[in-house]
């Protein structure tokens, strides 16, 4: 009888929800939000996304709403209370690095109320963004816990004929982003996820999640149970060699992450800030040691390189000679011999002013790896030590390395990192990582995080020879979107595999990738004997930006961009085609009545070969380059 009378309250509910449904609509009416209630199981739910471009297209059939913890369940016996009406979000806010500087967290919001069978109350705040949605789950009560999370079944469906790009999961996120195109693959996917939905207009989503905190764990998305399902699951047990608890623990009141998707053109992608708009804003209240910049880098073509405190040497002396703030100690360093020892190497580095940074193994037990310095900041106290004698010495920062997990006790770490480390002054940059989740809003000492396949495997594979420039081409549209990348690009000798880019796509690459740090790989001698125009732009290019512009591209073929420092703009492209062909630069950006001096830096007649024009533009002009294949140019534009 009490069955009876739920099934006949929820199908009274469903009908009253129906009647007085509320659709959400983004500031600008391009995004719809909508949620309703499965004809065939009454008490799931699910939300629905639209983009309205010439024609409604569906980027979302239906993202089922399903949370189970071990004591209740939140899936398929839930009942809508009430929907809130919209209110507005508008938040401004200032980054130190990143695509812009000045941002804005503008939004459409509501939020749903639920109960279950139980009388247990679940919340779903939702968010529609002029460039995709947010939504997050909340148990409101308060009280209770430690609860365990049995898993979470968010689910997000997609049309079968949707293109995708998609990266197979591996803890490191270290992998290529393949284009199914002509077949749906089944596995396991990290994110950020990339889909190509519509008929008569293109419409690109961009899959990740934002603001993980203490409370969870990271997730992944799955499709194998259906392949145009996308559930989210938890870490695997073997992850981080079988340390951490699976499921996630809770106490009440509690807020999962965001489930983010930005949605639109390609421009909305690659401009968006959202995943750190709707992340916790900064905790620090003195950030004026936070210096974004670029650092010479040893390890690429040394990987021993820091054991040497002579070859260590000639990289600080190159960032003296380029300008560069940083030098980066990589691994090893507690090894160092040739005439001397690290603080030898940090007093040398003080005394060119060029600023050290030092390298650290996170260690524990959730990584094998054997090389130091490791396991000094596995505890509260440990970390306290070692922060201190850096700040002592003179160090401005810590690349930590071989996360290998994103369970719960690994996102916890990850931010004991990051708050003992701003008690000390000290930048972050993680490696070996997961990847962005918005805490370089949070912890803007955050520069960076690895999490991409990057150019330290011309080191390890012969990949990148033949895979290169099409993947270079790719991160622009997924991995960078979501946050700083520490891919340590430029290089124009080889390493243990030979690149097969050109010098100009090379040179291109450090204004197309954003990281907070930039680390540029190459050896002090292919930074020689570049060029006077090459050699002086990496002197001054900028690495945190006012402003970022997406000119042109398609994923895997090419892309333009366009940042600006100031009144200066730089222009990147890139080739990832193996073929020659001519990529047109529109100057819709620039400001109309004015005129800029212009600076090209493009493609010789062979590879290694640079081809250098001066000329003037104005907003409306275009201007098209020929690229050689796997080519590339950057172009500078100072106003007159």
Known sequence: MNRIRHSLLLFLLAVAVRVNAQQLYSPNKKIELSLSQSKEKPGSWFLSVYYHGKAKTPVFSQI?????????????????KSSSKPVPIKEQYTALHGKSSKR???AQEITFAFVNTKGSKLNVVARAYNNGIAFKYEFPEKGQGPLVMKREATAFEVEDKAERWLQKFVTSYEGFYPDQKDSTLTGEWGYPALFKTGNQEPCWALLTEANVDRNYCATKLSNM????SYHLEYPAATDGFNTGQVNPTLTLPWSSPWRVAIIGQLADLVESTLVEDVSKPS????????KPGVSSWVYWAYNHGTKDYKKLCEYIDLAARMGWPYTLMDWEWDEMTNGGTLEDAVNYAKSKGIKPLLWYNSGGAHNEVTSGPRDRLTTPESRAKEFAWLKKIGIYGVKVDFFESDKQDMMRYYLDILEDAARYELMVNFHGSTVPRGWSRTYPHLMSMEAVYGGEQYNNQEYMTTKGAWHNTLLPFTRNVIGPMDYTPVAFTNSQHAHTTTYSHELALAVLFESGIQHLADRPQGFDQLPDPAKFMLKEVPNAWDETQFLAGYPGKEVVMARRKAGLWYVAGINGEDRSKKISIPFHFL????????????????????NVKYTTVKE????EVECLPRG?????????
């Open 620 to 623: 409306g002009d275009a201007l």
């Open 591 to 610: 400001t109309k009545g004015k005129t800029y001096r212009a600076e090209l830096i493009a493609d010789g007649e062979y590879d290694s070969g640079f």
């Open 225 to 228: 149970l259906s392949k145009s």
């Open 64 to 80: 089922k709403l399903r949370l189970e913890r071990e004591d209740q369940s939140f899936t398929d016996n839930l009942s809508l």
């Open 632 to 640: 590339g140019f950057t172009l500078i534009l100072n106003e007159m």
């Open 104 to 106: 804005e967290n503008k």
């Open 283 to 290: 905790q620090l209240t003195k950030t004026d040691w936070i």
